[in-house]
Nanobody, 129 residues
Framework: QVQLVESGGGLVQAGDSLRLSCAASGRTFSGYDMGWFRQAPGKEREFVAAINWSGDRIFYVKSVNGRFTISIDNAKNTVFLQMNSLKPEDTAVYYC??????????????????????WGQGTQVTVSS
């Protein structure tokens, strides 16, 4: 069992930055690949970024490419999402998730919430214009 706890959300202005953290407990990250998703009011949960546990396979949704950076610190059992140049359309609850399946480029199944086994409770990010 893996427990995930997100932190770092808040209210910022357009153009600002935030760094989200997701701390895992119960098990180490070894063998788990990680993802960040977000969900705005009235919308479906959307894939944002994914990283494998060794940090050498990374994928982003097109809308955040170049602005967001996902990283993993296995020693601290923590995954991060650095968000720069935030826009009002980035406003959502952000969730981290863990999967025992490897994220690979073929098929892009990692963009589906059903690909993941464990979820955090989410952290609110609000970007004002």
């Amino acid at each position: 069992q893996v427990q995930l706890v997100e932190s770092g959300g808040g209210l910022v202005q357009a153009g600002d930055s935030l760094r989200l953290s997701c701390a895992a407990s119960g098990r180490t990250f070894s063998g788990y690949d990680m993802g960040w998703f977000r969900q705005a009011p009235g919308k479906e949960r959307e894939f944002v970024a994914a990283i494998n546990w060794s940090g050498d396979r990374i994928f982003y949704v097109k809308s955040v490419n170049g602005r967001f950076t996902i990283s993993i610190d296995n020693a601290k059992n923590t995954v991060f999402l650095q968000m720069n140049s935030l826009k009002p359309e980035d406003t959502a609850v952000y969730y981290c998730a863990a999967t025992q399946r490897p994220i690979i480029s073929g098929g892009r199944s990692y963009v589906s919430p059903s690909f993941y086994d464990y979820w955090g409770q989410g952290t609110q990010v609000t970007v004002s214009s």
